[in-house]
């Protein structure tokens, strides 16, 4: 027989007891941190966990549709704590008060691997809220966080805490973790502005240090996603997730003890105080990127275009979560039978050009204060509907969503307790693109970013650029070659490319790929650098007659002077 611990027998006797949950398990130094507004009250967090237990409860019945007995075996565990005060702890000078909130619960689910199996997985659900008040030692201010973590479980915010807290600034997010000059980013996923389905738009890089790797050159136009931070401290180093437009910071993959977990929290709540006023990053890397738009509301919005991988995998993840399958909503067309069918009909990209509406549907009066703007998408109309039904787009200070029309349903039935709409599941997990001022800002997942920095573009630009005397003189691209020659005429470009070190270094490989079907006139094998790099050269006249200034270009293709790559 198995020997049950007394904590356990009480935990599962008094769930609403003050949690022992720091005793019994462990859990990871990663999670979500907001500014805090307003203390959360304990009938909030009630109800929030309340929401959070309903939809872990609609998982196990769901399991127990197939499998009753099973379900009537299995014994829930259920721990919560609400609003139970903390030792204070002392951080580099500021006392940090911490008030906990946790549940930890248990449910049944379907394997991910074989849903429709009739045995299912006990998981346990764990959710903490850590209420963060900093006192700096000699001073009367008082700031406030909110500390989230969360695992197989809603996001409590969702649940009607997120009017308590607001997002961290991007630069104060950031710039704890930046110390100039020592702190290397290993890994970075970007993002670029890109506003056609054709372009490039994410890709990851991964370097012992991104910012000495990546050319400077597009930046501007680029939006930075989450990254890793390798920060010095004491005699080693201290790796950092951070992902700033969700919030997130993790710290290595241990888990710890409670108690370790909220010190870890503290440490990052008095970082992001310190930081509060920055409104750019020290890092010289950093500062080049796209930056946060602060006022949506006075851009204008020209197209809408739904990602449908990001959007299909929120779908299928709600699905898995819940259990609930796509019903069509009134006025669906016939051809409208799975999910997918949807997908395909929202794909193309929507134009929003149109004027701007108010909440009501009336023309917005920009003579009065106004919070949202309402825009209605012109074309193309939705295959199957009505051209009433059309894409909408709702744009707030500093974020949008998107508004379907109601025939594309919802995950669930009218009685599902867990039904949700496409469009909020679309909303929620942000797998939307929207471009306002031609191009020239772009709202995302990351949120909304501008590339309108003239003089940023314009440094970016000029820093690939550099002096060859030795280009001087040239007067051609290859010159005129003999039969039995071994090397290119001295004035030509072909050359100087050949025996100028500022352009090849002395023990690389050189290979002239030069032909009409060339990928580039040179290709250069660095085997100290360990890169492979293109040189292509070009070669034309400024001016007229005999007397115009030859003008030559040596060009790397795919890595800047100093040796860095392009984003």
Known sequence: MKKTDTREKNAAAKPDSPSNIGECIRLPCSGQFYVLERALSKPRVSGAFDGIEAALDAQTAKFAERNAAAARAFAQLRVRCVREQRAALQIDGVTVGATLSSLTRSFLRPPLLAPEADVAEARFAHVLLVELTLHPVGKDEVDAYLYV????????????????????????????????????????????????????????????????????LGLHRTIAGTMTLAVPHGGGTRRFDVSPHRQRVRA???????????????????????????TATSSAFLSQFARPIARLLDKTPSSVLIERRAFAEAIDEYARLTGLAWVAGRGAPQAWKTVDDVLDALGDTFVVDGPALDGSGAPLDRSRPFAEVCYRSRAPSIPGLKST????????????????????????????????????ILNRSRAFRAVFDGGRVLFCSEGAYGSDDLALATTQLASIFRSVAALGDVHSEKGKTHEHATSFQAQSCFHVIETERALAHPDSALICDDSTVEWADYIELDSAAHSLDARESAEGRVGGGEAGQARQDDVAASRQPDGRRAP
């Open 149 to 216: 973590y969360r695992e197989l479980a809603d996001d409590p915010l969702d649940h009607g805490l997120r009017e308590h807290c607001t997002e961290i600034e991007t630069p104060a997010f950031v710039e704890p973790f930046v110390q100039p000059d020592a702190t290397r980013i290993e890994r970075m996923s970007m993002r670029m502005m890109a506003a056609s389905r054709g372009e490039v738009r994410r890709k990851t890089i991964d370097a012992y240090d991104v910012g000495a790797t990546t050319s400077s």
């Open 252 to 278: 290595g993959t241990s888990r710890l003890p409670l108690d370790k977990v909220i010190h870890w929290a503290s440490e990052r709540a008095v970082g992001f105080s310190r930081s509060s006023t920055a």
């Open 389 to 424: 039904d059309a894409v909408r787009l709702k744009v707030g200070s500093r974020t949008c969503k998107i508004v379907l029309p109601s025939a594309v349903g919802h995950m669930g039935g009218a009685k599902d307790a867990q039904r949700r709409g496409l469009g909020e």
